[in-house]
């Protein structure tokens, strides 16, 4: 399915790069120093760190997918965003950014240094920086297959136009290029879709039209008539919803352990907090994001429930079929880009999901070249050199992590399996990391030797659960019953969510063992703060508007009032 | 002082802004496929005005620090 862009299309993707590497160019004067290249010397607004803060992780696998489990799923696709993001993204800001902002810890590996001990920051700089570049690696071969399939522009080229792109704009201006260039991206995402969503609207006859149409999908595929369009009432048992899941999991796995492990910890998103003005700014960013956060879905998701509605009504739409038959949701939201939206606005939504795929790579990369610079360099390799030597080696390490991510890229096209694999191992490595940080901050008897072998429990822990559990239907080794098969869940999405809480549970038990059996190294006045317990309250003096609580509470009120509609 | 972040957005969005209403005026509307809503036109205007504001709130900033003497670093 090759789009025929116009003219019109390809000048607004060049305007879009054209103002990327103004962006870049205009920072560089002012990146002069590694606090600036690292942490835009903390001195961003909290409206911009907030926007960047969800920006980072909108990328384009997020807005392709979310459009895909659309249509796979319907309405529950939302509790990814109002039961997986908003209510980790309060705790972050209410419980957590004092910590990290207040500690001056530059990255989240030097956070653990500063609580526990050197090797529970090695362990976390290791792992996350090999993450990143997979994930970078991912974002890029993404782009690349989807400027193949949709305009026929060659692999190669598109990655690498990519990554010279980036290279510039991160290489001249740092983190604060990158933060710019996601709340640019941020905006773009918003324009580019919503024509898509209104169009859409109106073709199915608004809200009831388009509940009517999922109510008869619904029932062709034996549940309840509002099976795409509730998001809790099928959540009784995994049977009665097309997710295969059930509440408990849902909320424990999903909600508790998954969403506040990677909201709470990645330090992707919690770079873009640190480099705020002032430590209410920092609590803020997180909240602030939270507000467009929860209307992403009628963006990203609606999509996907509209392609299903148009593909009941027999004007000849339907989502394309992959090679064995099944239904490609994956391509849900090009589909309609390509249907439904004229030149001109297709550049649009192009150069939108082109942004989408360029700010999830700089994301990565920005993280990537802070962790190695300042956990891994500047801990372990070359300590105590001049300022300019690490600013210096932070463009190297962009070159290098760009060129990584590249070769990423091209694994991930060789090997048909290799992504759901390293993704299965990051899962194992990042579900416990909420367990060490929720005992590291709130309870100072927490050891360094807990937290390593805490770490290294939680791991072991989900792979020992997936390796004696599978999905029903499942094909691949890589999804799990390795061992023996003492369990089978009704979905892989739902094995998923237990695996995370096995390895949460696992983490905990084994952190609180180690801990009360080895002595603590640190002192009270060293931990200080750090524990919530050892830190006095942040006294700050900021006007009744822009306290954190009251934007905590504006936040989560807005959230169950859209969880009861769409209950 | 560090670039204005509203600088780049609002000329994007008012350049992309101009483009569209631009083509949706000019171009071919291609208005079957979305019911006769000169979509491009209007969605254009849309753009524009978001860009043309940021774009005015950048400048109103930049007076302000400008005139009163402020820290220019």
Known sequence: ?567 | MKLDIRIPIGGMFLVDGLILMGYGLFGHPDLARTQGTNINLLWGAAMALFGGTMLTFAILARKKVGSTGGPSH
């Open chain 1, 1 to 567: 399915m090759h789009l025929s862009l116009a003219l019109v299309d390809y000048v607004l993707l060049l305007v879009y790069f054209v103002f990327v590497l103004g962006i870049g160019f205009a920072l560089k004067r002012t990146t002069t120093s590694s606090d600036e290249f690292f942490m835009s010397g903390r001195s961003i607004p909290a409206w911009i760190t907030g926007l960047a803060f969800i920006s980072a992780n909108l990328g384009a696998q997020e807005v392709m997918g979310m459009g895909a489990s659309g249509a796979k799923y319907g309405m529950m696709t939302s509790h990814f965003y109002w039961i997986g993001a908003i209510p980790a993204m309060v705790f972050v800001g209410i419980f957590m950014m004092p910590f990290y902002y207040g500690s001056k810890a530059r990255s989240v590996p030097e956070y653990l240094k500063m609580r526990f001990d050197e090797k529970t920051r090695g362990l976390n700089a290791l792992s996350f920086a090999a993450m990143t570049i997979f994930s970078s690696g991912a974002s890029m071969y993404g782009m690349g297959v989807m400027m193949k399939d949709l305009l026929g522009w060659n692999f190669t080229f598109s990655v690498t136009v990519s990554a010279l792109v980036i290279l510039a704009y991160i290489g001249l201006g740092g983190l604060t290029s990158a933060i710019y260039n996601e709340v640019l991206q941020f905006f773009l995402i918003v324009f580019g879709l919503a024509p898509l969503v209104f169009i859409g609207l109106r073709l199915v006859g608004g809200w009831d039209g388009l509940t009517e149409k999922l109510a008869q999908h619904s029932t062709m595929n034996n549940f309840a008539p509002g099976a795409w369009t509730e998001s809790w009432k099928h959540l009784g048992t995994a049977q009665s919803n097309p997710m295969g899941v059930e509440g408990f999991g849902l909320v424990m796995g999903l909600g508790f352990v998954l969403s506040f492990g990677y909201w709470c910890t990645d330090f992707l998103v919690v770079q873009r907090a640190m480099a705020a003005n002032s430590m209410s700014a920092a609590r803020r960013t997180p909240l602030i994001a939270a507000i467009p956060k929860m209307f992403f879905p009628f963006l990203v998701i609606l999509p996907g429930m509209i392609a299903i509605a148009l593909s009941h009504m027999g004007t000849g739409f339907h989502l394309p079929l992959k090679p064995d038959g099944s239904t490609n949701y994956d391509s849900t939201v090009p589909m309609l880009l390509k249907e439904f939206l004229p030149s001109g606005l297709l550049g649009l939504g192009m150069t939108a999901l082109v942004a989408s795929f360029m700010s999830g790579m700089a994301g990565n990369v920005t993280a990537f070249n802070t962790v190695w610079t300042y956990d891994i360099y500047q801990s372990y390799i070359r300590p105590g050199q001049k300022d300019a030597h690490y600013l210096q080696m932070g463009r190297m390490a962009t070159v290098v992590g760009l060129i990584l991510s590249i070769g990423a890229a091209y694994v991930v096209s060789a090997f048909n399996n290799i992504m759901d694999m390293l993704q299965l191992v990051f899962a194992f490595v990042n579900a416990p990391l909420f367990a060490t940080f929720l005992m590291g901050m709130f309870w100072k008897r927490a050891t360094g030797h807990g937290a390593f072998f805490g770490l290294l429990g939680g791991t072991t822990g989900a792979a020992i659960h997936h390796a004696l559990t599978k999905p029903v239907g499942a094909d691949s080794i890589i999804k799990g019953g390795y061992i023996a098969v003492m369990h089978t869940y009704p979905s892989e999405m739902a094995q998923g969510f237990w695996t995370a809480i096995f390895s949460f549970g696992s983490c905990m038990f084994v952190t609180t063992v180690v801990s009360l059996l080895t002595k603590q190294q640190k002192t009270d006045e060293e931990l200080k703060g750090l524990v919530h317990s050892l830190t006095p309250r942040p006294r700050e003096e900021v006007a009744f508007h822009k306290q954190p609580a009251l934007l905590a509470i504006i936040v989560l009120v807005m959230t169950l009032i859209l969880n009861l509609v769409f209950f």
